[in-house]
């Protein structure tokens, strides 16, 4: 493996990247080089594994870890890394839902609501329609 020079890595870290051509799942504690494994994944499935950088995706929980990944990734493999798609789930999920958005019978400028946003449109609903917050409290309507 070409990366193995670039790191002192870890015989768990070496097996998380050279894993079965398969999509490989990384859990590990902060601070334990997760970013840097999925980085070195990424460069091994391109150089050792002939993996097209188009075909494969990065998913992360936070932006935070999503840029770092990307930074690392765009290092190692070069301007070749804006074809992948390295994000969050959440992000992810949005970009193929606005690709099938019409499919699905929506416009690409839908909104998607977290429960913050979904309480305080029920509460202005219920407002309007002049419900009393006690009787009908917003948050049991959102969680119905």
Known sequence: MKSETKLNLTPEQIKAITAPLEPALVIAGAGTGKTSVMAERVLWLIEEANIEPEEILGLT?????????KERVADLVGPIAKSMWVSTFHSACVRLL?????????TQSFSIYDSADSLRLITIVAKGLNLDPKRYPPRQFQSI
């Open 61 to 69: 929980f936070t932006n935070k870890a999503a840029g770092e990944m």
């Open 98 to 106: 606005r690709l099938e958005a019409q499919r699905l019978g929506f």
